[in-house]
């Protein structure tokens, strides 16, 4: 069965950390792009960060991700939580990864997963 699986998400007070996973079932992750989004209460969904298929591991301001392929599984460590990062993430493959750094939602795809919630109280 083909799949994205995220975890991870949870309750955490500001200026903490969490690490997000996507792990993959029924194909190879380090054969896409991954990118991931994340869905604010009232806010349309918005990309967060993408990896091509050739880094390993990237790094943007508070968020890194990264790839274990060994696990076939990609991971997105966010430092310095603020309650404005509470949201439903999701991965997704990018079979355009082109753009990323830069996730973008148009290119996201085929595969999505189902999300996990992220809480950082104010």
């Known amino acids: 069965q083909v799949q994205l699986v995220e975890s991870g998400g949870g309750l955490v007070q500001p200026g903490g950390s969490l690490r997000l996973s996507c792990a993959a079932s029924?194909?190879?992750?380090?054969?896409?792009?991954i990118g991931w989004f994340r869905h604010m209460p009232g806010k349309e969904r918005e990309g967060v960060l993408c990896?091509?298929?050739r880094d390993g591991s990237l790094v943007n301001g508070r968020f890194t991700i990264y790839r274990d392929n060994a696990k076939n599984t990609v991971y997105l460590q966010m430092n310095n939580l603020k309650p404005e990062d509470t949201a439903v993430y999701y991965c997704?493959?990018?079979?355009?990864?082109?753009?990323?750094?830069?996730?973008?939602?148009?290119?996201?795809?085929?595969?999505w997963g189902k999300g996990t919630l992220v809480t950082v109280p104010s």
């Open positions: 990896i091509n298929r």
């Open positions: 997704a493959t990018v079979q355009d990864d082109s753009s990323c750094p830069t996730a973008t939602e148009l290119k996201a795809g085929p595969y």
């Open positions: 029924g194909f190879t992750l380090d054969d896409y792009g």
